[in-house]
């Protein structure tokens, strides 16, 4: 892991209203601290630079301010990949570290992560992991592009929010996107500008698998005949998947009906393949995805004998990995419709294998509602796969500890001995380590960052548990 190093900087005599600048915080801003102690958050500015700032925003313990000028520049200050990326007015706001060698990104990342769990949670790991990484340019399978007609100039505008603004960023290309999609922008832009629909079209959802690109258009008001030729006509030219949504998530539907090719992705390490719909919640980056799979399972250290249950398991994406290694695996997750969809996914791949999956059950259970009682009604398990949303898991880690202090609870069940817990919000993570190190009878073994999203501070990571 390449680490952010101080760099000297007191042979210089700067102006008075010079700031240095320490950290970066979980929103990419520089942290400097005034003479009186008094913290200021810079955007823009990078760890052990000294630069001029202008405050807009003063509370009494902390100020916010943008950068003005970098009196001494940090070594690991690059220039962004994308013309689109700055702090000016109109820059996207889809990134925010481009401006930070993507080396150094990981190691603030990192640090986030250690700084979260000893500060809010009051633990530590024994050992840190080397951080998960891997492409950091067209790593983006997943987005949510937001569609403006601007009558004014009588243009349309696709792309993400401008930055700290409600308003679309005039994108001409986004090396985060997959070159095949980055290249689809513009013409993204010429299509809707020739339907009759494009005041009332605000959005496009975009879902890449490994052979299959699909777009979900919200559209407000139906679609002429001459829209639908126009979408059909690109769909053929761009070998593209058009899905329509005319109200909520229930009402997203293939246009046309005609489906061809599923969206998948692989893992291949395990034989397995994942059919899944463009709404489905999937990884942004596959390739870390792929990865942090096979992590997750080599740490949990599965085995032939064991039982195992994955919560909050989604469409099975560690679930069936999970059943090619362990002798019975229970997926739980809050949705009915993604229990059934998991259940279909190991269907699916049950009847392309040469040896057959471990037996696996899915059941749908309220995870944020959690008790005892519940965790009895699922049963012991020799490990743990934790994945839970930004909430993370907080009910669940909590029932774990009523059981470990009430051992009149636990008679006749069994606590696992190893979880794994993928988190995607170090915070959460931090809150519900100190419960499972301090009430819950375990120890914090492992301990890392995973860099799903390069350019961005959107931290993820992944620790493990062992019963003390």
Same mark, same amino acid.
């Given at each position: 892991m390449?680490?952010?190093t101080?760099?000297?900087?007191t042979?210089?005599?700067w102006?008075?209203?010079?700031?240095t600048?320490?950290?970066m915080d979980m929103?990419?801003?520089?942290?400097?601290?005034r003479a009186?102690?008094?913290v200021?958050f810079?955007d823009?500015?990078?760890?052990?630079e000294?630069?001029?700032?202008?405050?807009?925003?003063?509370?009494?313990?902390w100020?916010?301010?943008?950068?003005?000028?970098?009196?001494?520049?940090s070594s690991?200050r690059?220039?962004?990949?994308?013309?689109?990326?700055?702090?000016h007015?109109?820059a996207?706001?889809?990134c925010?570290m481009?401006?930070?060698?993507a080396?150094a990104?990981i190691a603030?990342?990192?640090?986030?992560?250690?700084?979260?769990?000893w500060h809010l949670?009051k633990?530590?790991a024994?050992?840190?992991?080397?951080?998960?990484q891997?492409?950091t340019w067209g790593?983006?399978?997943r987005?949510?592009l937001?569609?403006?007609?601007?009558?004014?100039?009588g243009e349309v505008l696709?792309?993400f929010h401008?930055r700290?603004?409600?308003y679309?960023?005039?994108?001409r290309?986004c090396?985060i996107?997959?070159?095949?999609?980055?290249?689809?922008?513009?013409?993204?832009?010429?299509?809707?500008?020739?339907?009759?629909a494009?005041e009332?079209l605000?959005?496009i959802?975009?879902?890449c @698998?490994?052979?299959?690109t699909?777009?979900?258009l /919200?559209?407000m008001? $139906? =679609?002429?005949q001459?829209d639908?030729? &126009?979408l059909r006509?690109f769909?053929q030219?761009?070998?593209?998947?058009?899905?329509?949504?005319s109200?909520?998530?229930?009402t997203?539907c293939l246009?046309?009906?005609?489906l061809?090719?599923?969206l998948s992705?692989a893992?291949?390490e395990f034989?397995?393949t994942?059919?899944?719909?463009?709404?489905?919640?999937?990884?942004v980056?596959?390739?870390?995805?792929?990865v942090?799979?096979?992590?997750?399972?080599?740490l949990l250290d599965v085995?032939?004998?064991?039982?195992?249950i994955?919560?909050?398991c989604?469409?099975?994406?560690?679930t069936l990995?999970l059943?090619?290694?362990?002798?019975?695996v229970l997926?739980?997750e809050?949705?009915?419709?993604l229990?059934a969809r998991? @259940?279909?996914?190991y269907v699916?791949?049950?009847g /392309?294998r040469d040896? $057959? =999956?471990?037996?696996t059950?899915?059941? &749908?259970?309220n995870?944020?509602?959690m008790t005892?009682?519940?965790l009895?009604q699922?049963g012991?398990a020799?490990?743990?796969?934790v994945?839970?949303p930004r909430?993370g898991a907080f009910s669940?880690?909590?029932?774990?500890a009523e059981?470990h202090?009430?051992p009149e609870?636990?008679?006749?069940?069994?606590?696992p001995?190893?979880?794994?817990?993928?988190?995607?919000?170090?915070?959460?993570l931090a809150?519900d380590?100190g419960?499972l190190v301090t009430s819950?009878?375990?120890?914090?073994t492992?301990?890392g960052?995973?860099?799903?999203f390069p350019?961005?501070?959107?931290?993820?990571?992944m620790?493990v548990?062992?019963?003390a």
């Amino acid at each position: 892991m390449t680490e952010v190093t101080k760099e000297v900087t007191t042979d210089k005599q700067w102006p008075d209203n010079a700031l240095t600048i320490e950290s970066m915080d979980m929103d990419a801003q520089g942290v400097g601290h005034r003479a009186d102690g008094k913290v200021v958050f810079v955007d823009g500015a990078l760890p052990f630079e000294v630069v001029r700032a202008n405050v807009h925003r003063k509370k009494d313990n902390w100020e916010k301010a943008s950068l003005l000028e970098v009196l001494h520049e940090s070594s690991q200050r690059v220039t962004p990949g994308c013309p689109h990326f700055g702090l000016h007015a109109g820059a996207c706001g889809g990134c925010k570290m481009q401006h930070l060698d993507a080396a150094a990104q990981i190691a603030v990342k990192q640090r986030a992560l250690e700084d979260n769990l000893w500060h809010l949670g009051k633990v530590k790991a024994d050992t840190i992991l080397r951080p998960i990484q891997g492409p950091t340019w067209g790593y983006r399978y997943r987005a949510r592009l937001s569609v403006r007609y601007v009558v004014k100039k009588g243009e349309v505008l696709v792309g993400f929010h401008e930055r700290k603004s409600r308003y679309v960023a005039d994108m001409r290309q986004c090396p985060i996107l997959p070159p095949h999609v980055d290249a689809m922008l513009l013409p993204l832009r010429q299509l809707i500008a020739g339907m009759e629909a494009r005041e009332t079209l605000p959005q496009i959802e975009l879902a890449c @698998g490994d052979h299959v690109t699909a777009m979900v258009l /919200r559209h407000m008001e $139906p =679609l002429s005949q001459s829209d639908l030729a &126009a979408l059909r006509g690109f769909a053929q030219e761009y070998n593209v998947q058009w899905w329509l949504q005319s109200k909520g998530p229930d009402t997203v539907c293939l246009m046309d009906g005609a489906l061809g090719e599923s969206l998948s992705y692989a893992l291949p390490e395990f034989g397995i393949t994942m059919p899944f719909k463009p709404t489905d919640f999937t990884q942004v980056n596959p390739h870390i995805n792929r990865v942090l799979v096979t992590r997750a399972l080599r740490l949990l250290d599965v085995q032939p004998t064991e039982r195992v249950i994955d919560w909050f398991c989604g469409l099975g994406n560690f679930t069936l990995p999970l059943a090619t290694l362990a002798r019975e695996v229970l997926g739980i997750e809050g949705s009915e419709a993604l229990v059934a969809r998991s @259940g279909e996914n190991y269907v699916f791949n049950q009847g /392309r294998r040469d040896k $057959p =999956l471990a037996p696996t059950s899915f059941v &749908a259970r309220n995870l944020f509602e959690m008790t005892p009682e519940l965790l009895r009604q699922d049963g012991g398990a020799d490990k743990w796969l934790v994945d839970p949303p930004r909430e993370g898991a907080f009910s669940l880690v909590q029932a774990l500890a009523e059981m470990h202090q009430q051992p009149e609870l636990r008679l006749g069940w069994t606590p696992p001995k190893r979880i794994v817990y993928v988190s995607c919000n170090p915070s959460t993570l931090a809150r519900d380590a100190g419960v499972l190190v301090t009430s819950a009878g375990y120890r914090m073994t492992y301990a890392g960052a995973v860099n799903m999203f390069p350019h961005t501070a959107h931290v993820e990571s992944m620790a493990v548990f062992d019963l003390a």
